[in-house]
């Protein structure tokens, strides 16, 4: 006797800490095999283990997790009736719970049971092993003559054995088995009704059960609904990772055993979406996409130029807010194509100003195919059509020679400055054994550029630098005084630049553009996630608006005057009408 104590005392202990519902099986065969079988202790125990086991299995298909409630094994005689009858045996003999006779009785199939349409049919027997614990496979049909379904099996996933595949030798890692020969399914037919009725019902299983946190990974529980679908589509539209918008998604509907789809679902979804936008075609889908956005906003501007081929070379688009600020900010354009972050790798140049809150502006946009004069003059006269004949009066680009002949050509009346910023930064490059071996050198450089009021006194000025420094001889500074009145300010003093001096604002620009676009992203996927851009920039400006309309600036000395937010009949209309 202090053997089968020491027995089963041992066997709780293993029951209770063992994690796995089919660990817990294997244990309990284990130990209901041995031989204490016989004794009324054995028997006592069998029962008060199995009620435990029927329970947690119960609670975890009612609330799919593991209950820490407090567990009681005391059973009525009507209770141990009912537990016998729930057993039921394999061909070893082994006993089995019956999980269909315990959760799953309503939603059992039933022979004779009607449907109106296989869709039907496929629902119910769907729901009956999401019950249950296993996934459903169409299998076997038959139509008449008419071409209507006479009969159709509904199979266990597990059904059936792979067939043998000769290439099997030549695979490093076969694939897993997932089908066991089982045999239960569900056959409908109308032979005889002329209704679908049920006609076969195959209940028993030769394989495991799936848990309820396991069987939404099952294929056929596994669908993406059109309401989650549209979400994905939002979600990849802003440009919310994958991974975290299905985390969100599953935490509003309480765990992914709820949402009805694995992140691979998820990420095939997207895929198939992309392979069909794709079968427009580059050219087919940009086209639709400009014409749609004209659809919308009529006062929507875009250019395509084709070679003989018919393919897509260059595009310049502007929608109407784009032309509107052009109107009010457009005197001052910085111009840059440093950027290349698109499937092709093809130079975004974006035109783009200041504005009255000193925020960066884009006054248009292109894509180019290569950065040739012959494509400059080709832009810049789509610009100046696409702002109503409206040419800046100052732009500032980098030291590009093609962009400066085609500037030369197409805007002649336009003041043509050179970034600061880039000069500085090829002086430092072609220049770098003086920098290193004169401190003072750029002290004397960056007077020349920025100091000088008179032309004489900058010559002066140059001259004393390159006797200082011996660099007479020097090629570059020799093509950068040519270029001096691009340059130096004693030459821009008068020319208006709306306090730009760089590129900076398109460089600024271009590390925003960073954060929206790569180089993955297809035609058609650039211009919606540049949208993107655009609306966040703009609500920057909405932002600065509401805060110039609704406050003042703090003055430091008292201004006798009326308050500058309060407005007469005649502005509060105009305002309005805005």
Partial sequence: MDIQNQYFSCFH?????????????????????????????????????????????????????????????????????????????????????????????????????????????????????????????????????????VDRIFCCSAQGKRSHDKRDIYVKKARPETRFDCQAKLKV???????????????????????????????????????????????????????????????????RENLGFIPEDYKNYLRSKRTRDSRIGDTGGVLEYLQQMQFDDPNFFYAIQVDEDDLITNIFWADAKMRTDYSHFGDVVCFDTTYRKNNEGRPIALFVGVNHHKQTVIFGAALLYDETAVTFEWLFDTFTRAMGEKKPITILTDQDAAMAKALSSIWPETHHRLCLWHIFQNAAIHLSGVFSQFKDFAKDFGACVYDFEEEDEFFAAWDNMLKKYRLEDNDWLKRMFKLKEKWALVYGRQMFCADMTTTQRSESVNSIVKRYVNYKHKFLEFFNHFQRLLEDRRYEELKADFKANTSIPSMVYPVENSNPLQIDDSQQSINENK
């Fill in 13 to 149: 202990l293993l029951f209770f800490f063992s994690t796995s519902a089919h660990a817990r099986i294997l244990l309990f065969f284990f130990f209901h095999k041995n031989q204490f079988c016989a004794s009324d202790a054995i028997e006592q125990f069998t029962l008060k283990t199995t009620i435990f086991f029927k329970i947690k299995e119960k609670l975890s298909m009612e609330i799919g997790g593991t209950s820490s409630r407090r567990l009681s094994f005391e059973s009525s005689s009507e209770e141990h009736n009912q537990l016998h009858s729930d057993m039921i045996d394999d061909d070893s003999g082994n006993h089995l719970v019956n999980l269909t006779s315990m959760n799953c009785k309503e939603d059992t199939p039933k022979i004779g049971m009607s449907f109106d349409t296989e869709e039907d049919a496929y629902e119910f027997y769907l729901k009956y092993s999401k019950c249950v614990g296993f996934g459903i496979r169409r299998s076997k049909s038959h139509k008449n003559t008419c071409g209507e379904l």
């Fill in 189 to 255: 037919s109308s032979r005889e009704t002329g209704k679908l009725c049920v006609v076969q019902f195959v209940e028993e299983h030769n394989h495991y059960l799936s848990s309820p946190n396991k069987i939404h990974l099952h294929r056929s529980h596994r669908k993406v609904a059109p309401v989650a679908a549209l979400q994905i589509q939002m979600a990849n539209d802003v440009g919310i990772r994958p991974k975290a918008s299905h985390d969100l998604m599953a935490r509003q509907v309480g765990g």
